[in-house]
């Protein structure tokens, strides 16, 4: 897998768009970059993900810069039920998960 | 559809030990993956299966953990004997095809307790 940095934790009011940053410099022309969170010790959950372009869903946006070193996923009306551990995965043959972002969605 | 179901959802077992975990896979998810979180550390691949087949089991720790998915439909894994280290949650997730990480459903995991 090509390796993934993201900030360790983030604060969001409730509200207001959530930023997620995530530097993939390593990523290769036909890798995907993929985006999970974990609500406390539930199941992983899948987002989104996106190969080149700007993709959009019912959850989030994800923003892949032209040269694809970086993303952001952008939750536009942050929840508090966002709080969660959100993870930035560009996989070769399996999902690998980092440490992740650790979102707090606060009142 | 129905999800990824995982049962038991809790299990406590003494050390030594055998415990067996059980994963029903969406129905017509060929591809069944099987992770762990141990408290404070990442979540851990453990295995891959493509049906019945084991396409990668670089994740599992040791031969204490054996992964079966006899028929290609539900998969289980069982700890023999239990450590006090296996205590963690126990995650199973499906896919329909192998995208190499993407699409995969979740399911609620299974935490087990060793003591």
């Known amino acids: 897998d090509a390796k993934t940095t993201q900030p360790t934790s983030m604060d969001c009011a409730e509200g207001r768009a959530a930023n997620l940053p995530c530097n993939h410099s390593t990523i290769s022309g036909n890798e995907y970059v993929y985006w999970y969170r974990q609500i406390h010790s539930q199941g992983p959950q899948y987002i989104i993900h996106?190969?080149?372009n700007n993709e959009t869903n019912e959850m989030a946006s994800l923003i892949i810069t032209e040269d694809r070193k970086s993303s952001t996923l952008i939750l536009p009306h942050a929840t508090l039920r966002d709080t969660a551990v959100y993870y930035c995965?560009?996989?070769?043959?399996?999902?690998?998960f980092g440490t992740g972002t650790r979102l707090q969605v606060f009142p | 559809e129905a999800g990824v179901t995982q049962f038991p959802s809790h299990s406590v077992i003494e050390k030594g030990q055998t415990v067996t975990l059980r994963c029903d896979p969406i129905s017509g998810h060929d591809n069944l993956y099987w992770y762990r979180r141990v408290m404070g550390k990442e979540i851990k691949f453990l295995l891959h299966?493509?049906?019945?087949?084991?396409?990668?089991e670089s994740g599992m720790p040791n031969n204490r953990f054996l992964a079966e998915r006899t028929g290609g439909t539900y998969s289980t894994l069982k700890v023999q004997p239990a450590e006090l280290e296996d205590s963690g949650v126990y995650f199973c997730?499906?896919?329909?095809?192998?995208?190499?990480?993407?699409?995969?459903?979740f399911g609620s995991g299974t935490r087990l307790t060793v003591v």
């Open positions: 995965i560009v996989p070769r043959y399996k999902l690998i």
């Open positions: 996106g190969l080149k």
């Open positions: 299966f493509v049906k019945e087949s084991k396409q990668d």
């Open positions: 997730a499906s896919s329909r095809y192998d995208r190499g990480g993407g699409g995969y459903t």
